[in-house]
């Protein structure tokens, strides 16, 4: 039986319009050094400061302490710009899939390769918090059980920690018992190497087809199809 759903955040479970994949590439080209749409795309869902420092080696620019922090305070900048122009929302479907899976016992957790400033400032607009232990979703904005960022373990995706930290969180035991959704290669790669089930979704950038090339137990079409994967009706 699944008892926890972890999910990523932008594509995933929130319509960011693509703003991070734009920050990214251009607090990179901003220090002189350029990217490629397909560079981006691979660090797409890992730690943005392991993004900014490979982009930068990438493309032949020196990935120095400084600079990379240079870097990550200018993508933070650019992000804070971006989502006030232009305000991030929740997917279609996926509060009320939380709600649906809370409502059934099932822990419900993001994890994401922002730091913890950032995805704060992105659940504050959206009103999402997390609930109280033991609390189900009675409150509107409750609708989380954890949030798991980035720069709170030792690696981020592909590495597993993420994943495994939500669950130190919400007292799940058993990879088994655990789906972890993303819509990039990089939340596929560290599902697996978690041991969870290993669940695509196509609200992102990548089609059916560029998903499934990677190991996965599912590909869906978005994390509002979850509860039915697990026969609980919406």
Known sequence: MIELVACDMAGTTIDEHGDVY???????EEIG???????????????KVEAITALIQAGGGAASPG?????????KELLVEFYAANPPVALDGVEEAFRTLRGQGVKVALTTGFSRDVAEHLLASLGWSVAAPGVEAGD??????????????????????MIHRAMERTGVQDVRAVIAAGDTVNDLAAANNAGVVAVGV????LDREALAAHPHHHILDGVKDIPALLSFPN
Do not use: Y
């Open 22 to 28: 734009v920050a990214l590439a251009r607090c990179v």
């Open 33 to 47: 050094v350029e990217t490629t749409p397909e560079a981006v795309q691979e660090w797409m869902g890992a730690d």
């Open 67 to 75: 600079i990379v922090a240079a870097a990550f305070t200018r993508f």
């Open 140 to 161: 509107p904005g409750k609708v989380l059980d954890a949030v798991v960022c980035s720069d709170e373990v030792p690696a981020g995706r592909p590495a597993p920690h």
């Open 202 to 205: 196509l609200t992102g950038k």
